[in-house]
């Protein structure tokens, strides 16, 4: 790991350690043992932060922060995982993770009627409503992660025996929340190009009316799809599913945070996004977001009493189990978002750099991309098995031989071994660290005598 990255890490760590002095004593009290302690880590702080400043490059300092054991991760290499680039933190919600730790910090203010979506300090309110209007739904709330809302969905509409239409690469956790609530998946099989269509999603929804004698109770179609993320028409499905009255649930797992996504304008009845697959987030977090004639159904409050002792539990939301995320997963969901308002109206940009190195990649003979192309996403599937797996043969690595040249050049996040047929996602990465890929790619296919046809390069 870099060495500033190191010191930075350290000086957090020291300031982390004034805190719990600080934490321990009475108000308005002072040991001189505190106070020695304190100005201890404190200098600490400074020599760190004073080592950052000097770049810390003496054989000592380097000793020290070589055995510190922080795993080394895209602070000194590019990293091209493909599920990790738009979850990955901003500094201000790595800061709300170190202050907001404790798991029911945010609950200090909370007062009358008793929910986490009504607290306001920290905004907590506001968030919501915020987060309703990012997606432009009527009404939002915070869920342990995608999967999560796609539960509180189908243990509100779908009875044992319903049918519920998802689409032939719908996630798995789609299919555990409709075997949770008692139903039956039907999937929707996809066209030629991997797509889900609006007619084929009629069709299936024709064939179950025919096969069960009953209307599914639920549509429930991913944007973008986790294995090509090749774009569906949610827009087309949306309609289909009204046509028959059937409601639609958009699973906008890698939209909602890196591109703007607009519920209304989709027809959604639900929307669905993940906060650390897509909104710069910790885990596990996300966002249901629904409708005001759905609101009241999803979101119902509990019914039960405690008889014995004559409780109520107020307006504690069954779906919800009262409150979801609290503490520094939602704190640092709530630090990331002004940033991940922004960042959305990027999108078009992101997908240009997309596209140039799927470009670049497709320049170098035998490359394929096993994705719809060009590109309208930043998570791509590639198939490199007729350019570098056939190196690989012939290397004494084999499988790992990709990884071991990408990893010598600071580029790290594929499955190291399984690069075959595989997926890279290039969401956040500048430009610059875009070409360096794209030149490490085709520097390390001349290398190994495989031809690189640079005319094939696209422009930016
Ligand atoms: C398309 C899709 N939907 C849903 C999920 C589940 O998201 P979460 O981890 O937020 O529950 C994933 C996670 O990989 C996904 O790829």
């Known amino acids: 790991m870099d060495i500033r990255t190191q010191k930075t890490f350290e000086a957090l760590f020291a300031l982390e350690d004034i805190r719990e002095i600080l934490r321990q004593r009475l108000p308005n009290t002072k040991s001189p043992e505190e106070e020695n302690t304190i100005k201890e880590s404190v200098n600490k702080v400074r020599k760190f932060l004073d080592d950052i400043e000097n770049d810390a490059g003496t054989p000592e300092v380097r000793k020290i922060a070589d055995n510190i054991d922080i795993r080394s991760r895209e602070e000194t290499n590019i990293n091209i995982q493909p599920i990790q680039a738009a979850g990955r933190l901003t500094p201000e919600a790595r800061k709300a993770l170190i202050a907001y730790g404790d798991g029911y910090s945010t609950c200090d203010a909370c007062r009358k009627p008793f929910r986490l979506d009504k607290i306001s300090s920290p905004p907590i309110a506001p968030f919501h409503e915020q987060l309703a209007s990012f997606v432009n739904m009527d009404v939002a709330r915070v869920v342990p992660g995608a999967r999560r809302g796609f539960q509180a969905v189908t243990s509100s509409l779908v009875n044992k025996g319903d049918s519920v239409i998802v689409s032939a690469l719908a996630h798995y956790t789609e299919f555990l929340a409709v075997e949770g609530a008692g ?42 799809d986790y294995q090509y993320a090749n774009e569906h028409d949610v827009k087309g499905i949306a ?86 995320l609290m503490g520094s997963t939602l704190l640092g969901m709530m630090a990331s978002f002004p940033t991940v308002k922004e960042r959305v109206k990027n999108w078009e940009d992101e997908l240009k750099k997309s596209n140039y190195l799927i470009d670049g990649l497709l320049a170098i003979e035998g490359s394929k991309v096993v994705s719809e192309y060009p590109r309208k996403h930043t998570l791509s599937k590639v198939d490199t098995i007729n350019s570098f797996d056939l190196v690989a043969q012939k290397n004494k690595r084999r499988g790992f031989f990709l990884s071991d040249e990408l990893s010598k050049k600071g580029i790290v996040g594929e499955f190291a071994g399984a690069t075959r047929v595989w997926k890279l996602n290039t969401y956040g990465l ?21 031809q690189v046809n640079k005319e094939k390069n696209s422009n930016d």
């Open 183 to 224: 139903g039956i998946v039907r999937e929707v099989p996809l066209n030629e190009h991997n797509i889900v269509t609006a007619d084929a999603t009629a069709e299936k929804i024709e064939a179950v009316k025919q096969e069960t004698g009953k209307l599914p109770v639920l549509v429930m179609i991913d944007h973008f």
């Open 239 to 324: 309609k289909v599913a009204h046509q028959y009255d059937i409601p639609f649930l958009y699973n906008g797992a890698y939209t909602v945070g890196v591109r703007p996504v607009d519920g209304k304008d989709i027809g959604a009845d639900f929307v669905v996004g993940s906060g650390h697959k897509s909104m710069a987030s910790p885990a596990p977090s996300g966002v249901l977001a629904t409708t005001e004639e759905w609101a009241p159904r999803i979101f119902r409050t509990t019914q039960m009493t405690g008889d014995l002792t004559k409780r109520k539990f107020g307006v504690k939301e069954v779906e919800m189990l009262g409150c979801t």
């Open 430 to 450: 500048s430009w610059e660290k875009v070409r360096y890929v794209v030149d490490t790619f085709q520097e390390i296919a001349e290398k190994y005598d495989l």
